[in-house]
C-alpha cells in the first residue's frame, strides 16, 4: 500500500561517504518500523540495519557497525543510511522496506513494501 523510493547511492572510493535516503508516500509511515538492505550480484540479499518508529531502538549488521547510522523524520516520511567509511565489499543495491510482521527484524519476510533499490559502489 506504501511506496518507497531510495535515493542518494553513487559511486565513491574507499573511505567516502554516502547518505541514502527513503520517501514514503501513502498511509501512516510513522506507525511502522524500517529497514534497509542490500543485495550484490550472486548474492542474498542481506540486512543492513532497523530502526522502530519512535527512534528508541536501532540494530545493525555486525559488518557496518559504527559505520553506518540509520535514522527517521516521521515529519517528513522519509529514513536515511548515513554510511561513513565505506569499504569496497559495501557495493550493492540497496533497498529501504517497511516492517509488518512480529518475526525477526534480521529477515526479508517480515518486511511487506520494498523500494525499487539505490545502487552503492565503492572502489577500492
Known amino acids: 500500500q506504501v511506496q518507497l523510493v531510495e535515493s542518494g547511492g553513487g559511486s565513491v572510493q574507499a573511505g567516502g561517504s554516502l547518505r541514502l535516503s527513503c520517501a514514503a508516500s501513502g498511509r501512516t509511515f510513522s506507525s511502522y518500523a524500517m529497514g534497509w538492505f542490500r543485495q550484490a550480484p550472486g548474492k542474498e540479499r542481506e540486512f543492513v540495519a532497523h530502526i522502530n518508529w519512535s527512534s528508541t531502538s536501532t540494530y545493525y549488521t555486525d559488518s557496518v557497525k559504527g559505520r553506518f547510522t540509520i535514522s527517521r523524520d516521521n515529519a517528513k516520511n522519509t529514513a536515511y543510511l548515513q554510511m561513513n567509511n565505506l569499504k569496497p565489499e559495501d557495493t550493492a543495491l540497496y533497498y529501504c522496506?517497511?516492517?509488518?510482521?512480529?518475526?525477526?527484524?534480521?529477515?526479508?519476510?517480515?518486511?511487506?513494501?520494498w523500494g525499487q533499490g539505490t545502487q552503492v559502489t565503492v572502489s577500492p
Open positions: 522496506a517497511r516492517r509488518y510482521s512480529s518475526g525477526i527484524y534480521s529477515n526479508p519476510r517480515a518486511y511487506d513494501s
